[in-house]
T-cell receptor
């Protein structure tokens, strides 16, 4: 059972470039989340989704876009990368209908230069 | 909007002693869940323990227990018999049941266990 899988693990982007961080889960969880974690800081919620076709903004959505066409996949799109987006990005998922813990991917370390 | 506060940026504990990491929260939703995660230096997020707002007893998982004081809106993590491997960042998080469906995290506490 793979759980939550994020790709890539590391990436360096130039200012103004775009990229998509991939996230997939095989636990049939309806809830999925994207967080960013700046060095020495906590996790800030970027976007989340409560099911296929439904997405909502979190605390820090500017500069990002998401889509949720299937239950399994929740990609995060960075358009026009900026140095302020240098961070570690975590994808997570949790079970619907009950308040249960979120399962996290291993994270993507992104550097924008 | 929900809010999670961890007021201890760093804590030190002697090996084999117990330590309490503080967490307070703010919500108007009567249904919510509180979570603690551990993040070692390798970076992964490890789920430790969960407390539901309607749970009558404090949650326990091995050496971890949650001191849940609902009226004070606090959910402190207690680690007993600290081990060197407990050195890590610890995050408190909350998810509401009836309103927002997102999960928000506190700023974290860095725990260092001294031999």
């Amino acid at each position: 059972n793979a759980g939550v899988t994020q790709t890539p693990k590391f990436r360096i982007l130039k200012i103004g470039q775009s990229m998509t961080l991939q996230c997939t889960q095989d636990m049939n969880h309806n809830y999925m989340y994207w967080y960013r974690q700046d060095p020495g800081m906590g996790l800030k919620l970027i976007y989340y989704s409560v099911g296929a076709g439904i997405t909502d903004k979190g605390e820090v959505p500017n500069g990002y876009n998401v889509s949720r066409s299937t239950t399994e996949d929740f990609p995060l799109r960075l358009e026009l990368a900026a140095p302020s987006q240098t961070s570690v990005y975590f994808c997570a998922s949790s079970y619907q209908g009950e308040i249960t813990e979120a399962f996290f991917g291993q994270g993507t370390r992104l550097t924008v230069v | 909007a929900q809010k999670i506060t961890q007021t201890q940026p760093g804590m030190f504990v002697q090996e084999k002693e117990a330590v309490t990491l503080d967490c307070t929260y703010d919500t108007s939703d009567p249904s919510y869940g509180l979570f603690w995660y551990k993040q070692p230096s390798s970076g992964e997020m490890i789920f430790l323990i969960y407390q539901g707002s309607y749970d009558q007893q404090n949650a326990t998982e091995g050496r971890y227990s949650l001191n849940f004081q609902k009226a004070r809106k606090s959910a402190n993590l207690v680690i007993s018999a600290s081990q060197l491997g407990d050195s890590a960042m610890y995050f408190c998080a909350m998810r509401e049941g009836n309103s927002d469906n997102d999960m928000r995290f506190g700023a974290g506490t860095r725990l260092t266990v001294k031999p």
